[in-house]
């Protein structure tokens, strides 16, 4: 696969469809890689170029020494579209891929031509939830992630969805599996100390929010609350848990594309 060499090493990423097309970057949630989006590329690929990439310490990706900062995350975003001459882009990012959309917007409005922010918040979780995951997980190593694997299938999926579309949840849930604990724990640090609670009324860009109904992760009320403060932004919600792309997939799909094509 391709990359781009950023100041302290390779950001892995595929960028895909019609040259001269408008260019849709899709960001990946924590513990996934760019595979998470599979679901949606045969149809997006038809009016867009799709830049997908893993997230720093994700699938092939550098592992740096952490923790990151969801403002690092978005640099390395920054750098990829500079190294590609990709002067604005659409960016629809889940959950942490969400945070990455958040600042983005922000602090390079420029950049960023419409924005879907996908089961995520102003704020996830708390110190009290982080902190433990991230012990365990730089203690534990490969073991601890392959038991955040079994853990996240009840987060990430409805329990109808997991018992009837194996096929479907099984590679996902892998991508878990396969995350270096030390990016995993770095980027946990990231999600941990992002809040744009008092920010985000900044937000400038035409916005989406996507809201998982049976989401226990980020809830509607937390998309609720970005609607809100963000102007004009739209809502749409969908009977799925927290990776919504996959479980609602072609209902998710013809959303964003309504959405970017108005």
Same mark, same amino acid.
């Given at each position: 696969?391709?990359?781009?060499?950023?100041?302290?090493?390779?950001?892995?990423?595929?960028l895909?469809?019609?040259?001269?097309?408008? $260019?849709?970057?899709?960001?990946?949630?924590?513990?996934t890689?760019?595979?998470?989006?599979?679901?949606?590329?045969p149809?997006?690929?038809?009016?867009?170029?799709?830049?997908?990439y893993?997230?720093?310490?994700?699938?092939q990706?550098l592992?740096?020494?952490?923790?990151y900062?969801?403002?690092?995350?978005?640099?390395?975003?920054?750098?990829?579209?500079d190294?590609?001459d990709?002067?604005?882009?659409?960016?629809?990012?889940?959950?942490?891929?969400?945070?990455?959309?958040?600042?983005?917007?922000?602090?390079a409005?420029?950049?960023?031509?419409?924005?879907?922010?996908?089961?995520?918040?102003?704020?996830?979780g708390?110190p009290? $939830?982080?902190?433990?995951?991230?012990?365990?997980v730089l203690a534990?190593?490969?073991?601890?992630?392959?038991?955040?694997?079994d853990?996240?299938?009840?987060?990430?999926?409805t329990?109808g969805?997991?018992?009837?579309?194996?096929?479907?949840?099984?590679?996902?849930?892998d991508?878990?599996?396969?995350?270096?604990?030390?990016?995993?724990?770095?980027?946990?640090?990231?999600?941990?100390?992002?809040?744009?609670?008092?920010?985000?009324?900044?937000?400038?860009?035409?916005?989406?929010?996507?809201?998982?109904?049976?989401?226990?992760?980020?809830?509607?009320?937390?998309?609720?609350?970005?609607?809100?403060?963000?102007?004009?932004?739209?809502?749409?919600e969908?009977?799925?848990?927290?990776?919504?792309?996959?479980?609602?997939?072609?209902?998710?799909?013809?959303a964003?594309?309504d959405?970017?094509?108005?």
């Open positions: 696969m391709p990359a781009v060499r950023l100041a302290d090493g390779d950001l892995n990423y595929q895909e469809g019609p040259t001269g097309a408008p $260019v849709l970057v899709l960001s990946n949630s924590l513990g890689d760019l595979h998470m989006w599979d679901v949606q590329m149809t997006l690929t038809r009016d867009f170029q799709v830049l997908r893993d997230t720093r310490g994700h699938g990706s592992v740096t020494e952490g923790p900062s969801i403002e690092q995350l978005g640099r390395d975003v920054l750098g990829l579209l190294a590609l990709i002067a604005k882009a659409h960016f629809c990012g889940l959950s942490m891929g969400g945070l990455i959309g958040q600042w983005l917007a922000l602090n409005p420029e950049r960023i031509a419409r924005l879907v922010l996908c089961n995520t918040a102003a704020k996830i708390t009290e $939830v982080w902190n433990p995951r991230i012990e365990t534990g190593g490969a073991q601890a992630m392959r038991d955040l694997r853990a996240s299938i009840s987060r990430w999926f329990a969805f997991a018992a009837t579309q194996p096929q479907q949840v099984e590679p996902i849930v991508m878990l599996a396969q995350t270096a604990p030390e990016g995993y724990a770095a980027n946990c640090a990231a999600v941990r100390d992002a809040d744009f609670r008092e920010l985000i009324a900044g937000i400038q860009s035409p916005t989406l929010i996507v809201c998982g109904s049976h989401d226990p992760v980020t809830t509607v009320e937390n998309g609720g609350f970005m609607q809100q403060r963000i102007t004009g932004a739209q809502l749409v969908f009977h799925a848990a927290h990776l919504s792309n996959v479980e609602a997939g072609d209902a998710f799909t013809q964003l594309l959405f970017l094509n108005q």
